[in-house]
């Protein structure tokens, strides 16, 4: 098909809209819009007219209110401006379509709040994981090396065994009981894991920089088309991204972010 239109959200303390649209730009998107999240509440966007949904990270409601609650409960309970759906309804449709969403870091913690991730239930909007404090209790702002899993259908990760992006949360430590994450993880629903310098998942601080069991840094739906995580691909699209760039070893000019947005671009037409 075409080149997907893909629209990015923003508003209430979300700051990463214009990475984020650079690096789907040079990922080979040509429609990029930013709205902020009204628009849509008021009708002057509709998201049926996209293929590709990015929710991005920053620092929502000044990171205060719980991870991504109020985000959620936005798409929850605004009534669109003719009165006959909720914004979340029209999220769900887009979901069941089979068309691309992204989280990243907020994104990711509204996408679990609303039920869309993991999913593991066959009705959409029920919630089945959280995400909450780190577990040392402070903000976290580093690198990390993440281990991928190449038999998941996740349409962001396909083909990466590992990748390197930086991190910046307070909350991002995923909690469950550890039966639905040990399902999650036999189901290839966990499509990206904190890990060590032998590519081996890990709870182990720093390489694991909130606790999260098993190192679950991302989750999937079953179908692959929805994927929340909570590194930042969007920050590492340049490897003068990276702060150590003058002493990397690149080869190349693109940050590893990258492949995550070529990956959905690439799903369009396959």
């Not at 709040?113 to 903000?139: D, I, R």
């Not at 349409?155 to 065994?161: D, I, K, P, R, S």
Request: aromatic share 8%.
């Amino acid at each position: 098909m075409a080149t997907p239109k893909t629209l990015i959200l923003s508003g209430y303390g979300l700051n990463c809209e214009r990475e984020t649209a650079h690096s789907c730009r040079l990922a080979g998107g040509s429609t990029v819009d930013v709205v902020h999240l009204s628009e849509l509440t008021g009708g002057n966007v509709q998201l049926q007219d996209y293929q590709f949904l990015i929710c991005i990270g920053g620092f929502l409601d000044g990171d205060d209110l719980g991870a991504g609650r109020v985000g959620a409960n936005r798409f929850k309970h605004s009534v669109l401006s003719s009165g006959q759906h909720r914004l979340q309804d029209q999220l769900r449709e887009f979901v069941e379509q089979g068309k691309l969403v992204l989280g990243i870091c907020n994104g990711f913690q509204v996408l679990v709040k609303l039920g869309l991730l993991p999913a593991l239930q066959s009705t959409l909007g029920h919630q089945e994981v959280s995400l909450s404090n780190n577990a040392n209790g402070q903000f976290e702002d580093r690198w990390v090396h993440l281990k991928g899993d190449t038999q998941s259908a996740c349409a962001f990760t396909q083909g990466l065994e590992r990748i390197y992006l930086p991190v910046r949360h307070g909350e991002g430590r995923v909690e469950a009981d550890r039966d639905l994450l040990q399902q999650l993880l036999n189901r290839h629903q966990v499509p990206l894991q904190y890990a060590d310098e032998h590519n081996q998942a890990t709870e182990t601080y720093p390489l694991n920089p909130n606790g999260s069991p098993w190192g679950i840094a991302s989750l999937c739906n079953p179908q692959g088309n929805v994927m929340g995580l909570m590194p930042h691909p969007e920050a590492f699209h340049h490897y003068t991204n990276h702060p150590h760039w003058t002493r990397l070893p690149y080869q190349q000019e693109e940050g590893e972010g990258l492949l995550l947005f070529k990956n959905a671009y690439q799903f369009f037409n396959d």
